[in-house]
């Protein structure tokens, strides 16, 4: 029982982290994933010696402990793809990129390779604004 305490807890923690850290956009990010490696891994040998050492295979001790790690990692791959979801577009406009596409803008109001357009108005002032970008340029509107 302890030691699912401890693989729930480091796993808990190490996604909290993964979260806190991606939504501050801090550079410790990469360190956050570390920890949720180390949990991962701490969770299959503990789940390993559990299964060897302590229990019949016919227990279901091991199962529930595959289906929680199962379910926190993919609720982490849904909420990491919505983050990256957000952000491809933002920085494909800092690099003067088209955001639907990815395709470089040369100045024109439409993307060369898609078609769309990429300066749309600013429906608070009305001044040419790029599409995709959180601010107005202009009047700061989001």
Known sequence: MLRFVLVAASLGLGYWLLA?????????????????????????????????????????????LSLFGIAITLLAFAVLQ???????????????????????????RRCEGCGREVVASCAECGSDRRVGVLHCGACGAL
């Open 20 to 64: 806190r850290m991606r939504r501050r956009g801090s550079r410790y990010f990469t360190v956050a994933v570390g920890v949720v490696a180390y949990a991962a891994i701490l969770a299959f040998v503990l789940a390993a010696d559990y299964i060897t050492d302590y229990v019949d295979p016919l227990d279901l001790g091991p199962l529930v």
């Open 82 to 108: 919505r983050y990256l979801a957000r952000r491809i577009p933002l920085s494909r406009v800092r690099k003067r990129e088209c955001p639907f596409c990815g395709y470089p803008v040369r100045g024109n």
